[in-house]
């Protein structure tokens, strides 16, 4: 009979870069996306779509886990992420970018920022 490996979170990780390549994080996020109820929390669309002619699960969306913050890894909580389509990550992540270029992009970076939590890469602290 074959045993899974259990798998452990990484014993040290330097950079968010190198956690989330850890098989540990790509379990969990996959544990979270495989979720045949996974919505997105800004905009609510689904992930995933019942064919009910093929009796299947389709995935209609690619999705994201955005980290709004890292202070927790690599025992995150549920209320330290996001769990976004690619539209809504890519959306927030460059709306917030171009915040400085005018007060257009400020002022759409202060609505994006009512949606899209993020405080920052430098809250990951090595170990």
Request: some cysteine; hydrophobic content about 30%.
């Amino acid at each position: 009979m074959l045993h899974k490996k259990e798998i452990m979170p990484p014993e040290h990780c330097a950079t968010v870069k190198e956690y989330e390549k850890s098989a540990w994080w790509r379990k969990k996020r996959e544990a979270i996306l495989d979720d045949k109820d996974c919505i997105c929390d800004i905009c609510g669309r689904r992930r995933w779509v019942w064919q009910p002619k093929k009796k299947a699960w389709k995935r209609s969306l690619r999705f994201a886990v955005h980290h709004i913050t890292y202070e927790n890894c690599p025992n995150e909580k549920r209320e330290d992420f996001m769990v976004l389509c690619n539209l809504c990550h890519t959306t927030g992540h460059e709306g917030l970018r171009h915040k400085n270029i005018h007060t257009m992009y400020t002022r759409i970076a202060d609505i994006i920022s009512q949606y899209f939590s993020y405080k920052g890469i430098d809250t990951f602290h090595n170990w």
